[in-house]
């Protein structure tokens, strides 16, 4: 699959894998402690004003280790799919 298709699904395998790797990684974190620790992928919010309409955007993750490997594992997965 090639095109803005197979990248919306790649992009969204990531992010379910990243999802299930954290909550794995919490689970997991009284038997393995290095899963749980967190770290941050953000944009700050952005303001654009246009007349009297303002918008706002940016995003935040916190992923820990158990998140990458899920992500890393939801892209290998798009892949072959």
């Known amino acids: 699959?090639?095109?803005s298709k197979a990248?919306?699904?790649?992009?969204?395998?990531a992010l379910a894998?990243?999802?299930l790797g954290n909550r794995v990684g919490?689970?997991?974190?009284s038997a393995l402690p290095a899963l749980a620790h967190y770290?941050?992928?953000s944009m700050a919010p952005r303001e654009l004003s246009l007349l009297d309409l303002g918008l706002t955007f940016g995003f935040s993750?916190?992923?820990n280790a158990?998140?990458?490997?899920?992500?890393?594992?939801?892209?290998?997965?798009?892949r072959r799919v």
Do not use: E
Request: hydrophobic fraction near 65%; charged fraction near 10%.
């Open 17 to 19: 894998g990243m999802f």
């Open 61 to 63: 993750f916190r992923v």
């Open 39 to 41: 770290g941050s992928l």
């Open 7 to 13: 990248g919306w699904l790649l992009f969204v395998f």
């Open 66 to 78: 158990a998140g990458v490997l899920g992500g890393l594992a939801g892209i290998a997965l798009a």
């Open 26 to 29: 919490d689970s997991l974190a």
């Open 1 to 3: 699959m090639r095109g």
